[in-house]
């Protein structure tokens, strides 16, 4: 079958993707480019916010009008949303074929068998209590970075505003042997860089090894140059976690660790388990652990930030506003709150109008926007380590190569060589930088 796969949501959506097509294609399935030339469309959804689960319902309704033209012949819907709204979204919207969980992946290929035998429609979802935890499926997409390694799934916390713990269930961490066996398959096919992915990475264990453990691990594998992981949590960073950032030589120096929110107040209605000052133990611990070291190896660090949490005043704003002058993160994600039915904080009083929501979110937006813009300004003149990722898409405003920074900056490159292959490492001299670009010149080509 031709299949054709759109995915909405984060980095695990991703990954999860990714997945699919290697499990597809190694059952002699094809990939297609646009949907018009599919028999199947499978879309690997999200329901973190309300913005994304409107998407996906859009794009339904155009596949629904492709399917009644005969266009394409089924339509299967993956991840999250499918987990949440299962049979519900099939009573709905009767032509839907398939309704897949995030956990269930594997058992894809046999599922369009039966859809092929008119044994469909299908709701397969995840048994998400069950022990799963080696139920992962390689992924083998051609070579493109960020290249994703799923290191856990599921989360144990349990934030008041947040779908994925009933979405992707508790959280079961794989085994060693497992990711390293992963990693060193990708590693084979001319990877050089990896990025461990994980809810709360930092809460990773599976018997004896925990995440610096792993990471160890990891660090030791031949012809791998580079690990970046994400997501960190507040109450699990921990000082060895700092101290690998620093003195495990591939681990980039690089750290995602939402706050969410400036005020205690609501980061205890958010049920966060930490305080602001807790966070800012560990930024400044960091900064310290860091201190005396070159700007080319200095800790980019990032956050997410949810503005208009119900109850939030505009006092409790301006403490978020006062955190982001205090931290001065290099880069933020930043969400409006959006309510999630069946969540704790959806049953809270006091939620926000979409104005104030709109309001503060731009507010937030601008003073990153500069603060992003302010930090990648001090970079000119520094030599950074880049590792190039793909020539430039737009050749009329840059001829260069796209890489990334350790710190995980994207860098436009001039002066590379012609023989040069993604994943080089460059020595390269920052000319000029925006918020979210730095641009720059090769200096001297490192180890290949
Ligand atoms: N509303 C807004 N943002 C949310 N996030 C998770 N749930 C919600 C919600 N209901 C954000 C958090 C999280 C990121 C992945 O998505 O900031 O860290
Ligand atoms: Fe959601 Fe909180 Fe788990 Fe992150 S840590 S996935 S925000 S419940």
Redesign the pocket.
């Known amino acids: 079958m031709k299949f054709h796969l759109q995915t909405f949501g984060c980095q695990m959506n991703v990954y999860d993707s990714e997945s699919i097509a290697g499990i597809l294609r190694a059952y002699g399935h094809e990939t297609v480019s646009t949907v018009q030339e599919a028999d199947i469309a499978l879309i690997n959804t999200c329901s973190?916010r309300r913005g994304a689960e409107t998407r996906v319902l859009g794009q339904l309704g155009h596949l629904k009008t492709l399917k009644s033209r005969g266009i394409i012949r089924y339509i299967a819907v993956c991840g999250c949303m499918a987990q949440k709204h299962g049979e519900d979204l099939l009573k709905e919207r009767g032509y839907i074929d398939l309704i897949l969980g995030p956990a269930a992946l594997s058992r894809l290929p046999c599922l369009l068998d039966r859809l092929e035998n008119h044994d469909g429609p299908i709701v397969e979802l995840s048994q998400l209590d069950i022990e799963d935890r080696d139920d992962f499926v390689p992924n083998d997409g051609p070579i493109s970075y960020p290249c994703f390694v799923t290191i856990m799934k599921g989360?144990?916390?349990?934030?008041s505003?947040?779908?994925?713990?009933d979405t992707?269930g508790p959280e079961r961490s794989r085994s060693p042997q497992n990711v390293l066996d992963e990693i060193r398959g990708l590693v084979d096919r001319g990877y050089r860089e990896v990025t461990l992915l994980g809810?709360?990475v930092d809460s990773y264990r599976y018997d004896n090894t925990d995440f610096v453990g792993l990471l160890e691990k990891v660090n030791a594998i031949e012809g791998l140059r580079r690990i970046r992981f994400a997501?960190s949590?507040p109450a699990d960073a921990n000082e060895r976690l700092l101290f690998a950032l620093r003195d495990l030589e591939k681990v980039c120096e690089q750290l995602h660790l939402?706050v969410?929110s400036g005020s205690d107040r609501i980061l205890a209605a958010?049920?966060?388990d930490h305080t602001r000052e807790d966070y800012l133990r560990i930024i400044d611990r960091l900064r310290e652990i860091f201190d005396g070291i070159s700007a080319a190896h200095q800790p980019a660090i990032s956050t997410?930030l949810i503005v208009g949490f119900p109850g939030e005043t505009e006092s409790d704003f301006e403490e978020t506003v006062d955190l982001m002058r205090r931290v001065r993160w290099d880069s933020a994600f930043m969400f409006k709150y959006s309510i999630r039915p069946g969540t704790y904080a959806a049953t809270l009083p006091e939620h926000l109008d979409e104005e104030t929501k709109a309001r503060r979110l731009a507010r937030v937006i601008d003073l990153q926007h500069e603060t992003s813009r302010e930090i990648n300004q001090r970079l000119i003149g520094e030599t950074l380590e880049v590792m190039l990722d793909q020539p430039s898409a737009d050749k009329r405003k840059h001829s260069g190569w796209d890489g990334r920074s350790r710190q995980g900056k994207t860098v436009k490159v001039a002066g590379v060589s012609p023989d040069a292959q993604p994943g080089d490492i460059l020595c390269v001299r920052i000319t000029k930088t925006t918020s979210y670009t730095l641009f720059g010149d090769v200096v001297s080509y490192s180890v290949r």
């Open positions: 973190v989360c144990d916390r349990r934030c505003y947040c779908v994925v713990p992707r809810q709360t997501t949590h939402p969410q958010m049920r966060r997410d």
